[in-house]
T-cell receptor, first 112, second 113 residues
Framework: RKEVEQDPGPFNVPEGATVAFNCTYS??????FFWYRQDCRKEPKLLMS???SGNEDGRFTAQLNRASQYISLLIRDSKLSDSATYLC?????????????FGKGTKLSVKP | DAGVTQSPTHLIKTRGQQVTLRCSPK?????VSWYQQALGQGPQFIFQ???????QRGNFPDRFSGHQFPNYSSELNVNALLLGDSALYLC????????????FGPGTRLTVT
């Protein structure tokens, strides 16, 4: 089983739609959780950290369920500029694969 | 405030050659991590440098080596290049230990022919 699993998509949605991405992780020692955004042929950029209590940043809401080892990202009122690949990332201090374990990413395409 | 910078942007090498990639961390950051991202995959951790020493290493062969300088900048060296080494090589910087939030540079796209 992969350490971090995501639905690869693509998710094709119209502008204004609400879209949700899910991610599961296998290592219960994971301590920190993030969503990164990566535009085509660009570097990943930190979108938001994910906290146990859930957190919101404008149109973006992230949730963490430690018991189910599940992370989600909700994007409301999608914009064309939201089109990108969204990477679910887990931090496992001292893990054999390094601090940050990345999922393969979920591709989002927002259409006019 | 300069972000993470990497050089070169693109590189084409032939099998068997050696390559050196460079990274300057974000101002105030002291930890540098290197990742390899193949097409359609998430970044894979290569190694991490802190206080000029390799602190952690991923599942990459010894052909991949690195160095961190006193000014926190870093190099990634790959010897005896293989076709499968073609990828985007990303450098990420962070501060302190444990290194939670990492900020990525634009990457070096390496093509091995």
């Amino acid at each position: 089983r992969k350490e971090v699993e995501q639905d690869p998509g693509p998710f094709n949605v119209p502008e204004g739609a609400t879209v949700a991405f899910n991610c599961t992780y296998s290592n219960s020692a994971s301590q920190s959780f993030f969503w990164y955004r990566q535009d085509c042929r660009k570097e990943p950029k930190l979108l938001m950290s994910v906290y146990s209590s859930g957190n919101e940043d404008g149109r973006f809401t992230a949730q963490l369920n430690r018991a189910s080892q599940y992370i989600s990202l909700l994007i409301r009122d999608s914009k064309l500029s939201d089109s990108a690949t969204y990477l679910c990332v887990v931090n496992i201090p001292g893990g054999s694969q390094g601090n940050l374990i990345f999922g393969k990413g979920t591709k989002l395409s927002v259409k006019p | 405030d300069a972000g993470v910078t990497q050089s070169p942007t693109h590189l084409i090498k032939t099998r068997g050659q050696q390559v050196t990639l460079r990274c300057s961390p974000k101002s105030g950051h002291d930890t540098v991590s290197w990742y390899q991202q193949a097409l359609g995959q998430g970044p894979q951790f290569i190694f991490q440098y802190y206080e000029e020493e390799e602190r952690q290493r991923g599942n990459f062969p010894d052909r991949f080596s690195g160095h961190q300088f006193p000014n926190y900048s870093s190099e990634l060296n790959v010897n005896a290049l293989l076709l499968g080494d073609s990828a985007l090589y990303l450098c990420a910087s962070s501060f302190g230990e444990p290194s939670y939030e990492q900020y990525f540079g634009p990457g070096t796209r390496l093509t091995v022919t």
